[in-house]
């Protein structure tokens, strides 16, 4: 089945409007309707008003695949190949490009992107040691004893700092390692972009793994947490790696159902979700509605919503955090 596009929004759809937010979702309806002719058209007209997106020759070459065209879904590849695309995994992986995976030609393709991927990487791994996690270790750690590890990832425009200042006593009182991963992409002014679930995901796993090589670390105690933009990194992460994190805590954070919906808890062994927001901020409805989602998919899910607070942390945070610590970790 063609899931939804890479990097496209969604909003109500307009027939016959260039608007390209519009033109996305259009996109999307017609892949989930089959529709491959009114995909490539709408394809094609997102791929000129993106010329430097490398993601839509990507999305186009998937429905060409679809469609049946092989050779255009081949040329749409090595467009997004030339044009900066690295997410290798996902080219493997993609169910809609099984075919192009058997063209004689998709090995090229397949090095360019790989080359791409590799680059990012170095690229990320150049800012990681640039921009190295906090790390902080509670008062009296017995260092032959695992200890839990928190992983709290900053929000969009901020920075490891902020995040450290609200947890770090709080994972102290846990006994808990705190981690905090710094983003490495600025952004205009200041601050710290995560970019892409695929960013974040190296990040972390770098932080992690230095975290493991330093410390003693109890692996069934892995939390993962983050403020807006780093809220929805840590559970689009989680979803994805059921079984690297035993709880998450994302706070004040969108969701986008048809993208972000988690599978079916696999065992009793899934993480546990404690999502916190204001009351008033604007993604308040979206937070619900992942609760019940997750709830319903089979998570143990706690849920905060704190009055007369906005797109921030609420108004006692040492007090809420621990909370919300003690739900994640089972207590």
Known sequence: MLCLTINATLVAHMEGQNDPELLSHAFDEACHEGDWRKAIATGVKLEALYPNDSHWPYNLARVYARSGNVDRALKGLDRAARG???????????????????????????????????????????GYEKHPPLVFVPPGHDRERPAPLVIAMH????????????????????????????????????????????????????????????????????????????????????????????????????????????????????????????????????????????????????LRVYPGVGHSFPLDPESELRKALAFVMGD
Not at 267 to 287: H, I, K, L, N, W
């Open 84 to 126: 900066g695309f690295d997410l290798f995994e996902k080219l493997e992986q993609d169910p809609d490009l099984a075919s192009v995976r058997r063209h004689v030609g998709f090995g090229d393709v397949l090095v360019r992107i790989r080359h791409n991927r590799d680059t990012k990487n170095e690229r990320l791994a150049r």
């Open 155 to 302: 929000g969009y425009g901020a920075d490891a700092k902020d995040m450290a200042g609200a947890w770090r006593d709080v994972a102290a009182a846990r006994g808990a390692i705190l981690a905090v991963p710094q983003a490495v992409r600025r952004v205009k002014g200041a601050g710290w972009s995560w970019a892409r679930v695929e960013d974040a995901e190296f990040l972390v796993q770098r932080t992690l793994d230095d975290v493991v090589k330093a410390h003693r670390i109890d692996k069934n105690r892995v939390i993962l947490s983050g403020f807006s933009q780093g809220g929805f990194m840590s559970y689009a992460m989680a979803v994805r790696n059921l079984s690297l994190f035993s709880g998450v805590i994302p706070m004040g954070t969108g969701y986008q159902p048809a993208i972000d919906a988690p599978p079916n808890a696999p065992s009793d062994d899934a993480p546990r979700f404690y999502f916190m927001v204001g009351a008033q901020d604007r993604v308040v409805r979206e937070t619900r509605k992942a609760a019940r989602d997750f709830e319903a998919a089979g998570y143990a899910v706690g």
